[in-house]
């Protein structure tokens, strides 16, 4: 079962990294429900790193670390708990690249993310995926949240 998630992930913190968990345990608990009595082999995370460039257009301004450098990071994440996981770059001309390629059997959006849900499931029917949405709690927004890491700088 591949649960998706999205972000710039800049500045890798405790709220992002609880984001990925609940991502993964939303995942693992909607997988038992849509198949009951066997086991689940394994959950796959996909996170999608936002583009340096599309960053740029949505907040005004270049996250602190480059894409790359996030992606790294992310990638070190998942591999130090042990979890499947794929970590790739969001498409520069096309917004739902991602969904199309990777087909997500679940998309945990973050609490604060800018996303039509509505919209979302269109795009989602239209391709075909028929996958469950679900926008997440978030972890001590007050503590753990990117721009005040960014202004502590």
């Not at 693992?28 to 086991?39: F, L, N, P, Y």
């Not at 005004?60 to 790294?72: D, I, M, V």
């Not at 919209?119 to 753990?144: I, T």
């Amino acid at each position: 079962m591949r649960v998706m998630v999205f972000g710039t992930f800049d500045n890798l913190h405790p709220g992002h990294l609880h984001y990925f968990w609940s991502a993964w345990c939303f995942g693992a608990r909607e997988a038992g429900k849509i198949i009951r009595g066997s086991k689940v082999k394994s959950n796959e995370i996909v996170a999608v790193i936002a583009r340096d460039q599309n960053v740029l257009k949505i907040k005004g301004r270049l996250p602190l670390q480059n894409e790359k450098e996030r992606a790294t990071v992310v990638r070190q994440a998942f591999k130090t708990v042990g979890w499947p996981s794929q970590v790739v770059l969001g498409s520069l001309t096309d917004r739902w690249a991602v969904l199309k390629k990777y087909r997500p059997d679940f998309i945990a959006l973050g609490y604060d993310q800018q996303v039509d849900i509505r919209q979302l499931k269109k795009v989602l029917a239209s391709a075909g995926l028929f996958c469950v949405v679900k926008r997440l709690r978030s972890y001590h927004p007050e503590l753990y949240k990117s721009s005040y890491f960014r202004r502590k700088e």
